[in-house]
């Protein structure tokens, strides 16, 4: 919460790289956004006979999601779209190589959290979406090298350079203040987190350094409740792994 705080207020001393300035919510998707804080996971699948069976994710041995698959909701499925096409663009403008493909950038874990009221700063309701680049590099990328990453690895081209590695974490967030009843947008905001530094190592699964071999992947539970995965892949927006509500 600390690193979420310091990042919503601008001040993100070292631990991340600025994406891209994001435009306006459109309403629609920022009643949703807000009902998705209220209500969790049941407002971001659509309806029972929208919802998708299994066998999305299937390539061959390699399954990217496991359980029931739903399609997202309509108020949220072309904002939540926007958003992995908004990673792709802030990594782009730091020089980096991320795009969507089922080896690179293809899904994201939504969590939600509320920032408790501080001296001089009212409480936050906010929405995130942690996204992971460079999911499955080749057997042959300067990362991982010699590491088996299993079935979904096979046929993978995704070679990100060390650097690329070091912020293949993405954070986007949405957030509004909850003690007022403003009716201006809420805030959202891109930020590529920094592996080297010791606020993000701190959040990694593992305990491991920074480096070649290190998987450097932040867990989305360190920053709020895990609501659900959502995955963009050949161009269709789906969910899965609802948490309870």
């Given at each position: 919460?600390?690193?979420?705080?310091?990042?919503?207020?601008?001040?993100?001393?070292?631990?991340?790289?600025?994406?891209?300035?994001?435009?306006?919510?459109?309403?629609?998707?920022?009643?949703?956004?807000?009902?998705?804080?209220?209500?969790?996971?049941?407002?971001?699948?659509?309806?029972?006979?929208?919802?998708?069976?299994?066998?999305?994710?299937?390539?061959?041995?390699?399954?990217?999601?496991?359980?029931?698959?739903?399609?997202?909701?309509?108020?949220?499925?072309?904002?939540?779209?926007?958003?992995?096409?908004?990673?792709?663009?802030?990594?782009?403008?730091h020089g980096f190589s991320?795009?969507?493909?089922?080896?690179?950038?293809?899904?994201?874990?939504?969590?939600?959290?509320?920032?408790?009221?501080?001296?001089?700063?009212?409480?936050?309701?906010?929405?995130?979406?942690?996204?992971?680049?460079?999911?499955?590099?080749?057997?042959?990328?300067?990362?991982?090298?010699?590491?088996?990453?299993?079935?979904?690895?096979?046929?993978?081209?995704?070679?990100?350079?060390?650097?690329?590695?070091r912020y293949r974490n993405?954070?986007?967030?949405?957030?509004?203040?909850?003690?007022?009843?403003?009716?201006?947008?809420?805030?959202?905001?891109?930020?590529?987190?920094?592996?080297?530094?010791?606020?993000?190592?701190?959040?990694?699964?593992?305990?491991?350094?920074?480096?070649?071999?290190?998987?450097?992947?932040?867990?989305?539970?360190?920053?709020?409740?895990?609501?659900?995965?959502?995955?963009?892949?050949?161009?269709?927006?789906?969910?899965?792994?609802?948490?309870?509500?």
């Amino acid at each position: 919460l600390d690193l979420l705080r310091a990042l919503t207020s601008g001040d993100d001393d070292n631990t991340a790289l600025p994406g891209l300035p994001l435009g306006n919510i459109a309403p629609r998707a920022s009643a949703a956004l807000k009902q998705t804080w209220e209500q969790g996971a049941k407002h971001i699948p659509r309806p029972a006979e929208d919802i998708k069976g299994n066998g999305l994710g299937q390539y061959g041995k390699c399954a990217i999601a496991n359980g029931n698959i739903h399609g997202v909701c309509r108020d949220l499925e072309e904002h939540f779209a926007g958003t992995f096409n908004a990673v792709v663009d802030s990594m782009a403008s730091h020089g980096f190589s991320t795009k969507m493909s089922r080896h690179d950038l293809f899904h994201g874990h939504v969590f939600q959290t509320e920032l408790p009221e501080e001296v001089g700063v009212e409480a936050l309701g906010l929405i995130g979406i942690l996204f992971h680049c460079y999911e499955y590099p080749a057997a042959d990328a300067e990362v991982m090298t010699g590491i088996n990453l299993g079935h979904c690895q096979s046929g993978s081209n995704c070679r990100p350079t060390i650097r690329e590695w070091r912020y293949r974490n993405v954070l986007w967030s949405v957030w509004w203040g909850r003690g007022s009843t403003e009716k201006l947008p809420p805030l959202q905001a891109i930020w590529l987190l920094d592996g080297c530094s010791p606020e993000v190592s701190e959040l990694r699964m593992d305990d491991s350094s920074f480096g070649p071999d290190c998987p450097n992947t932040v867990w989305e539970g360190h920053f709020g409740r895990s609501i659900c995965n959502i995955y963009n892949v050949s161009d269709a927006m789906w969910c899965a792994h609802l948490a309870a509500s």
